[in-house]
Structure formats: C-alpha cells, structure tokens
C-alpha cells in the first residue's frame, strides 16, 4: 500500500501537538516499518524546512529531515504533474492540489492528512490518520 503524507503528520509528531501525536505517529511507524510505503511532495521538504527553522537549528533541521527521508520517499515532481495541478480550477489550494497530483502520480492508495476539507476535490481518497489507521486495522 502507497500513501502520501501531508506535512501536519510530521509537524504533529515533531512538535508533539496534543491530540494528534498519536495517530499521526502510528501512521509515521507504519511508514518507517516498511509495512506501507510513505510518499512526500518534493515542495514539503522546503516547507518544513522553513517551519522547522523557527524551532530548530539549521543543522537540526536537517538531521531531522534527513531522518524523515529514510522512510518517506519523495514523489517526484515533473512538469507535467505541475502543470496538471495549475490547470485544476477546482481545487482552491495550489499546494494541495499539486500534493494531490503527486499522489495520482505515485498511484497513492490514499492522502493522509488531518485537513480533509482542503481535498474536497481530490482524485486520490483522503483519509485522517484515525480513520486511516481504522481502516489498515479492519484490513488485518
């Protein structure tokens, strides 16, 4: 199973945010056992890096992100999958929209991520890490 991880998983689980360090840090271990495979869109690795700056070091954030890459591998972005992401009116994020992109590309069985309502328009099934986690444990 393939999916793609929005960046509040990982920010949750670096920062510890109280209640969605759980959930989001199973669906991480799920990721880092190799039982399914994580994706990331090349931009969240800037993303974070730039949010992890302002609780980090510079050196820290990349051991941390380096870290992170040992698990998720990176969906790669080609013009065509950006393309693809500014033609979709639908869809009022552009950064969403391109991770949604991403996920098609990879063939991602779903988008984990707690924002739900920003992919109301996704080709990709979006799941919370709750409901994500209740449907790999239903599966067993």
């Known amino acids: 199973m393939a999916v793609f991880i ?4 990982i920010l949750d689980v670096l920062q510890k945010r109280v209640p969605f360090y759980q959930s989001s840090s199973t669906v991480l271990t799920y990721c880092a056992s190799g039982k399914i495979k994580g994706y990331l869109a ?12 302002n609780y980090y070091s510079s050196k820290d954030c990349r051991r941390l992100l380096l870290g992170i890459l040992n698990f998720l591998q990176i969906a790669d972005t080609e013009q065509e999958t950006i393309k693809e992401a500014l033609l979709r009116i639908d869809f009022p994020d552009f950064e969403n929209c391109l991770q949604d992109e991403c996920a098609k590309q990879i063939n991602a069985d779903y988008i984990i991520t707690r924002n739900i309502g ?10 919370t890490p709750i ?10």
């Open 6 to 9: 929005d960046i509040n998983l």
């Open 42 to 53: 090349l931009h969240s690795i800037s993303n974070l890096f730039y949010i992890l700056k």
């Open 118 to 127: 920003d992919f109301s328009t996704s080709k990709t099934p979006v799941l």
């Open 131 to 140: 409901d994500f986690l209740k449907k790999i444990e239903n599966t067993k």
